[in-house]
């Protein structure tokens, strides 16, 4: 499972200082759209980082097609870690824009789109996310944001009479945001904040455990001209 690695820092904007993310915020004026007076439309710059580990095991049932081999599998890794194809869409080699599941802000519902970038670097898989877009958010809190996610996930070494191979990665998450008022102001935004990035970072750790050993299973059994291709939709 995930363990997380970060400490609590906080004050104002509706937050307490307890937890165990590192969550800094300051206020500052921030004008939106909205049709309220200008002068009542106080935000919040919010900053929110958190550092987690995981850890699971696969089976090497075929020596001649290891772990470390199917980790350079970069296209089939990203779609059977995000099997939607219509929240998935491929831009260019090793990058993609990917559609989030929905995600509730205070009764506000939204599904962030992102740019994921995924590649291998000497047999450890490398996962970042960047640029979200927010568009589909009603104008008045559509505010500046930005959401980074690096990951890395490699294979440790093991005995060569064994057949456990073991996964093992971290992922750093970050949020920086204006959170326009009256939002600023609610006593649970760091809590709710915690639980939207929490909840990202536990689908991709999900995702990742679930389908990884199943699709690595299948590609191990899979013939030799079938190893260039894809995952099946």
Not at 8 to 26: E, I, K, N
Not at 159 to 170: N, R, T, V
Not at 187 to 209: C, F, H, N, W, Y
Request: net charge positive.
């Amino acid at each position: 499972m995930w363990a997380t690695r970060s400490q609590s820092r906080a004050g104002g904007c509706g937050v307490s200082g307890r937890g165990p993310t590192r969550f800094h915020v300051s206020s500052r004026p921030f004008a939106t759209n909205s049709r309220r007076p200008c002068s009542r439309q106080i935000a919040c710059e919010a900053f929110y980082s958190a550092k987690r580990d995981t850890e699971f095991t696969v089976v090497e049932l075929n020596s001649s097609r290891p772990v470390v081999a199917y980790l350079e599998q970069v296209e089939r890794i990203v779609q059977v870690t995000f099997p939607d194809e219509s929240r998935r869409k491929r831009l260019e080699d090793g990058v993609w824009e990917v559609t989030l599941l929905q995600q509730d802000f205070f009764g506000v519902k939204f599904s962030p789109s992102a740019r994921l970038r995924v590649w291998n670097d000497a047999g450890v898989l490398g996962i970042r996310v960047s640029d979200i877009d927010l568009s589909d958010l009603p104008d008045e809190i559509r505010v500046p944001a930005t959401l980074k996610v690096e990951g890395r996930l490699g294979h440790s070494k093991k005995a060569a009479s064994s057949k456990i191979a073991k996964l093992s990665g971290e992922v750093e998450i970050s949020l920086d945001v204006d959170v326009p008022f009256p939002y600023s102001s609610f006593p649970l935004l760091r809590e709710t904040v915690e639980a939207i990035l929490g909840g990202v970072i536990g689908r991709l750790e999900g995702s990742l455990k679930s389908s990884l050993p199943r699709d690595y299973a299948e590609w191990t059994r899979a013939k030799p001209k079938e190893l260039v291709t894809t995952a099946a939709d």
